[in-house]
């Protein structure tokens, strides 16, 4: 199990994000007299950027595919079972917060998903109204699907940190942002329905953004398993954003750098004298799958 108070590993992903077509990635409603009924996200200085947690989206979500794939045909890694629960459903979780009706004086085995449920499992290891952390954290990890031993849920932390991707070259676009114009469909007519229509800003096809993943205190199989998705949008098979069915959000990770930092030598590089180890994504995606069986 993952020991989430020492620090193991840190793996540092950077890339560069081209854009092929224009990317939506919405903010609120505008507060300008004259703005887009939908903006772009941008910093207080106007600059669009693409927020972290709509980067980890997608990549969460193509990576909770990929396992259920995976265990569908049986595969595993050393044994240990590839999957991923439906984070959006309370039932289907692979932990609950509660299990049933009487999860509140459960004393034991209050239900048939009395094993997988928080709230049972913080009672089961209560001594003297004192909660054994150590023995709770085992059996909410062992009951965890391997995605939200990743990516994290409401009971783990994620040990996957994405930080906001940045436009690197705002001086190269002839704008930052254009207007585009949509309009609302009637699904029963199959038309553009009367009195809905709206625009909505894109930043323009040729952006760049810097890319930059953070990841603690994990095995290299682990690494392996993000950098196939990773890999989808550096082949330009998976768009970021909105509106993607209609041609927006397709772009390809350029210039991909994969670095290393153990306990052994991390003293040296928060020091300055020692260079993080520099892996190819090469050697970690043949970790993950030469061991799957």
């Not at 259920?68 to 595969?75: C, H, I, M, S, V």
């Not at 459960?106 to 952390?133: F, Q, Y």
């Amino acid at each position: 199990m993952t020991n989430f108070f020492r620090f193991e590993n840190q793996t540092i992903i950077n890339a560069t994000l081209v854009m092929r077509t224009a990317l939506s990635v919405g903010s609120r409603a505008s507060l300008l007299p004259a703005g887009s009924d939908l903006p772009v996200m941008k910093t207080p200085e106007g600059i669009p950027y693409i927020p972290g947690s709509s980067l980890k989206g997608v990549v969460r979500t193509y990576t909770e595919r990929l396992l259920r794939t995976l265990d569908e045909l049986g595969k595993k890694y050393q044994n240990q079972r590839l999957w991923a629960c439906d984070p959006l459903s309370e039932r289907e979780r692979c932990v609950m917060g509660t299990c049933c009706e009487r999860c509140e004086d459960c004393t034991g085995n209050c239900c048939p998903g009395c094993d997988r449920c928080k709230s049972c499992m913080v009672k089961r290891h209560k001594r003297d109204s004192a909660l054994d952390d150590a023995a709770f954290a085992i059996e909410l990890w062992s009951h965890s699907c391997t995605a939200c031993r990743l990516f994290g849920s409401p009971w783990l932390a994620s040990r996957v940190a994405f930080q906001d991707a940045m436009l690197e070259n705002r001086d190269e676009l002839l704008r930052l942002t254009e207007v585009r114009d949509g309009v609302g469909i009637d699904r029963d007519l199959g038309a553009a329905k009367t009195g809905i229509k709206y625009d909505f800003e894109t930043v323009p096809a040729g952006a760049s953004f810097g890319i930059r993943i953070i990841v603690e205190n994990t095995e290299d199989w682990e690494v392996g398993l993000l950098l196939l998705a990773l890999r989808a949008i550096q082949e330009d098979t998976l768009p970021l954003g909105g509106k993607t069915t209609r041609g927006l959000g397709w772009g390809a990770l350029k210039n991909l750098a994969i670095r290393c930092v153990d306990k052994a030598n991390l003293l040296g590089y928060l020091a300055g004298t020692t260079q993080p180890r520099t892996v190819t994504p090469e050697e970690l995606l043949r970790t993950l799958t030469s061991a799957l069986k």
